[in-house]
């Protein structure tokens, strides 16, 4: 039935769709310039979406995300439908229900960031100059190395915040870390936390040198339970600001430590997991 309410939302959708357009023609039509100016550059850095997140798991956390879109999530995605262990399968990121202005937002940024290298100075324009901790893709992953690059830039425009780093694909975040100077763990910006998510449920990726810690998700309570024996951080969902903020602000040691997260999901989803958690066990042990 059609109701006054549903009028309003209609045109809300409608006005936030065009706002969107309007966005993303913008930034389309800079970067379709043989060069760029200042001035363009600086157009594009006012379209950057910075949130700042005042509830849930990174309350009074600052994001900068990319998008679920590119090309290595979509890859990792299609390769989740052959083998449910691995996590992208899950990405709550590329649900149908994520919500279409953040999806949109997210996707400029990681055009504009994994396009045009920025100088410390232009990035400085960022709305960050409140931040003292900022997170990295907590949606999508770093899609090349230029946006590595700005990044690890961006750290530097902002030296005050703590950053946490978080990463699938290493190869890029890697190529960035050596384009920028960081050629060492000794190098590595002090203020950045690296954190490496691990690709299979259950499974922690070996850790790369600049790593850290390793980020894993685990399927059951048994499982998460022996992870935390071993010597895990829990992280179980809680709010980071109840675990001291971990994986921003922990002393850089000369090796990853291992984080332990509890799979959310539905009861079929995780059955399904169990059964290839446990041929997996079973193969490696044979
Ligand atoms: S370990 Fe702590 S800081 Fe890291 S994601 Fe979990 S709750 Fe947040």
């Known amino acids: 039935m059609f109701t006054e309410k549903s009028s309003s939302n209609e045109k809300r959708l409608e006005t936030m769709r065009k706002n969107l357009s309007n ?13 760029l100016t200042y ?4 157009i594009l850095l006012s379209c950057v979406n910075v949130s700042f997140h005042t509830s849930g798991k990174i309350e009074s956390i600052f994001s900068i995300d990319s998008c679920a879109a590119c090309d290595f999530c979509q890859k990792m995605i299609k390769n989740a439908s052959c083998n449910p262990l691995i996590i992208c399968g899950l990405c709550y990121a590329a649900a149908d229900a994520w919500k279409e202005a953040a999806w949109r937002r997210h996707k400029i940024n990681a ?15 960022l709305n960050l100059h ?8 907590e ?11 700005n990044y690890l830039r961006i750290t530097a425009a902002f030296p005050r915040a703590d950053y946490g780093y978080y990463f699938k694909n290493y190869p890029e975040v890697e190529k960035g870390l050596i384009a920028e100077g960081y050629t060492s763990r000794e190098k590595l910006p002090k203020n950045v936390r690296f954190i490496q998510s691990s690709v299979l449920i259950g499974f922690p990726s ?9 980020f894993t998700v685990y399927p059951d309570a048994e499982t998460i339970k022996n992870a935390i024996l071993n010597g895990s951080i829990e992280c179980n969902g809680k709010k980071c600001m109840v675990c001291g903020f971990h994986c921003y ?20 989803a995780r059955e399904k997991i169990m059964v290839a958690y446990r041929n997996r066990i079973a193969e490696i042990s044979k």
């Open 249 to 268: 602000l922990r002393n850089r040691q000369s090796t990853a430590v291992n984080i332990a997260e509890y799979l959310r999901c539905n009861k079929a």
């Open 139 to 149: 949606d999508g992953d770093t899609v090349n190395e230029t946006m590595s690059r």
């Open 130 to 137: 409140t931040a003292l901790l900022v997170r990295f893709n």
């Open 111 to 125: 055009r504009i960031f994994s396009s045009v290298l920025f100088s410390t100075e232009e990035l400085k324009t």
């Open 23 to 35: 966005i993303e023609n913008k930034v389309e039509s800079i970067l379709s310039k043989d060069a």
């Open 39 to 42: 001035n363009d550059k600086m």
């Open 206 to 214: 070996k850790p790369v040198w600049f790593a850290d810690a390793v």
